[in-house]
Every structure is written in structure tokens, then in C-alpha cells.
């Protein structure tokens, strides 16, 4: 998902097709990055997901030497 994320740009929408078990996780992961999530269906073990990355920076930013 990390790699989605760096290449989608914002605004960008994602379409996510798999077991429920995985939508969940899916869901948890672009929420942790920011991501809007619009829609989650499940319906016998297998769920939909639709999302859209929003433009969100980090505020502060780490010095690293």
C-alpha cells in the first residue's frame, strides 16, 4: 500500500476487488496514510473498496542528520 500511495497522486482514486478479510486490511492501511475511504461492500466473502487520496502533509517535519 505504500508503494500506492507514492504513486497515486491526490486526488487519485483506488478500486480494491478482493476477500473481505483483505478489505478490511486494505481499509486500516490507506486510512493510516490519509486516504478518504468512500465505500467498503462485503457480500460472501468477497468486499469492494473504493478510495481517494486527499492532499495531506505531515505538519512538522524530522531534521535528520
Known sequence: MAEVDRIVR???KLIVRDESSAIGEVE???KSLHW???LTFSKDQEGILSA??????????????
Do not use: C, D, F, M
Not at 53 to 63: F, I, L, Q, S, V
Open 52 to 65: 481517494q487520496k486527499g492532499n495531506w502533509r505531515p505538519n512538522t517535519y524530522a531534521n535528520i542528520s
Open 10 to 12: 491526490p486526488g487519485g
Open 28 to 30: 486500516n492501511l490507506l
Open 36 to 38: 478518504e475511504v468512500h
